[in-house]
């Protein structure tokens, strides 16, 4: 019963800027990180950029430095600001969420994918 919703994929000339949100909702009874990532076609689904229930952030090398996830924890909500964005950033980008459903249970949830496409 929990499901992760996202928001924010379109269409970007290089160099313009897109943000992506995504919202945890259902049976949660604690959220112990969230991350973004993102898979090209031919390739690997690949991290990139996660934060955990303490704030620790983390960042593929790739995005550094263009890239900012932030979280608001009231809200189960977890967003990435994407700047700068080049051609090769073309992706499906996913939500994705490890969390507690109750005191004791715990899994790992996705979301459905939003298109990224860089192009001018």
């Known amino acids: 019963q929990v499901h992760l919703v996202e928001s924010g994929g379109g269409l970007v000339p290089p160099g313009g800027s897109l943000t992506l949100s995504c919202a945890a909702s259902?049976?949660?009874?604690?959220?112990?990180?969230m991350a973004w990532y993102r898979q090209a076609p031919g390739k690997q689904r690949e991290l990139v950029a996660s934060?955990?229930?303490?704030?620790?952030?983390n960042y593929a090398d790739s995005v550094k430095g263009r890239f900012t996830i932030s979280r608001e924890i009231a809200m189960n909500k977890v967003s990435i600001e994407m700047n700068s964005l080049k051609p090769e950033d073309t992706a499906v980008y996913y939500c994705?969420?490890?969390?507690?459903?109750?005191?004791?249970?715990?899994?790992?949830?996705w979301g459905q994918g939003t298109q990224v496409t860089v192009s001018s």
């Open positions: 934060i955990n229930a303490g704030g620790s952030i």
């Open positions: 994705n969420a490890h969390l507690y459903r109750d005191y004791r249970s715990h899994g790992e949830y």
């Open positions: 259902g049976s949660i009874f604690r959220v112990i990180g």
